[in-house]
């Protein structure tokens, strides 16, 4: 299983704690949020970011209402491929296909045993490689 950096605003905290606790035994770093008090998702999302760079064997979760404000942030940064999930086959084939690095949740969109079931699919899934590659390489060309 490989390294985890786990955050949330304030819309994914009880989802977080619900997920740190899953995943215990796991090599997992809590970037906060750490209470319910409002603040802006960006920041988690780019905090994340920070460490994944350093740290590019790692995959990240990041949590907020919806897994929509988290994923369009940290998608800004080029080594991240954020994939916001609902089902557990999206975050098997985000993995499979997209390479992904980054799994998005929606705290206030997913029931938790939903949430746990769309993490450990995340998780056991790894990357094909060969076309996907080529495709997935194409993300860093310029866009238009
Ligand atoms: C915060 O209220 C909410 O907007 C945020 O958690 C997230 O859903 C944004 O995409």
Redesign the pocket.
């Known amino acids: 299983m490989p390294k985890i950096y786990i955050a949330a ?4 905290y009880d989802l977080k704690e619900v997920l740190l606790s899953h995943l215990k035994g796991a090599e997992v770093v809590n970037l906060g949020t750490d209470s319910l008090e ?1 603040v802006d ?1 960006p920041m988690y999302a780019d905090k994340l970011a920070d460490h994944l760079k350093a740290d590019p064997t790692a995959v990240g979760i990041l ?8 994923s ?1 942030a940290a998608n800004r940064h080029l080594h991240i491929r954020a994939a916001r999930c609902s089902t557990g086959l999206d975050a098997e084939l985000a993995r499979r296909h997209n390479n992904a690095n980054v799994l998005c949740l ?3 969109t997913l029931g938790t045993e939903l949430a746990k079931h769309i993490l450990d699919h995340f998780l056991q899934a790894s990357f094909e490689g060969g076309r996907h590659q080529r495709r997935v390489n194409q993300f860093s060309d310029p866009a238009c």
């Open positions: 605003d304030h819309g994914g409002s998702y949590i907020c209402g919806t897994g929509l404000g988290m369009m929606g705290g206030r």
